[in-house]
């Protein structure tokens, strides 16, 4: 018998964001609500195949205590999360002003060390800004593999989308982010056009550059790996 599916957790919140512009409060609702259908609609139709169990933790449940709590609750569970919420240097944005930074991963941290915490992190996928300053606390908590973008990501979609397919197609979690990265900044980059002037395309534009993604930890790892004692 084969090892067991892993859970997915889904923490999604987009809030009615879109960068530092001021919305009306009907349009803020509104890009709030159709952007976390899009999300689930696309989860749903490449992930469920996949995992034995997906949590989405939305709107309201976006907190960092209803992390915690979907993290204990799987158990001995392989788990893969997905962040799906805006984000600043040390953290990323939950529900209204909830956070997951220090005083999350602190605590986590502590109740692994008590033993009781049994989760098995294995991919961490962030699309939140500044991911890459939240990398190392996933693997001090067991994830393999981990992505970031160096600052704010402007490149949400088709990110999500292309990475799930490869991810969950049996490729590589570095090839995957790499390869939603490029498409998602080659057909950005035909509307933020390189800056490097006299035709040089070597200079991306600086949304682009932003939005670059790094994997720390285990780039070759595949989703058919369960991790130790899976």
């Known amino acids: 018998m084969g090892s067991p599916s892993p859970q997915l957790i889904v923490f999604l919140e987009n809030a009615g964001r879109a960068g530092h512009l ?29 995992y034995r169990r997906i949590v989405v933790l939305e709107d309201e449940q976006a907190t960092a205590a209803q992390l915690w709590e979907a993290l ?43 033993g009781l915490a049994h989760f098995r992190l294995r991919a961490v996928y962030q699309m939140n800004c500044y991911g890459c300053s939240l990398a190392s606390h996933w693997l001090a908590l067991g994830a393999q593999a981990v992505n970031g973008a160096v600052g704010v990501n ?18 590589p979690f570095g090839e995957a982010v790499a390869r939603s990265n490029g498409i998602a900044s080659r057909m950005l980059g035909q509307v933020w056009r390189p800056t490097g002037g006299n035709g040089d395309t070597r200079v991306p534009h600086p949304k682009i550059a932003s939005s670059q993604m790094l994997v720390f930890g285990d780039a070759g790892l595949r989703k058919q790996d369960m991790g130790a004692g899976a």
Request: net charge negative; hydrophobic share 45%; aromatic share 12%.
């Open 154 to 171: 402007w490149l949400p979609e088709p990110s999500l989308s292309v990475f799930l397919n490869t991810w969950l197609g049996g490729r």
């Open 72 to 114: 204990l609750q799987a158990g001995d569970a392989v788990i893969d999360l997905l962040i799906l919420v805006h984000g600043q240097t040390g953290y990323a944005c939950g529900y209204g002003e909830h956070q997951v930074g220090e005083d999350f991963f602190a605590g986590m941290h502590l109740l692994q060390e008590a």
């Open 22 to 50: 001021t919305l009306p409060e009907w349009a803020s609702r509104a890009m709030d609500w159709s952007a976390e259908e899009y999300a689930k609609g696309v989860i749903w139709l490449q992930a469920r195949r996949h």
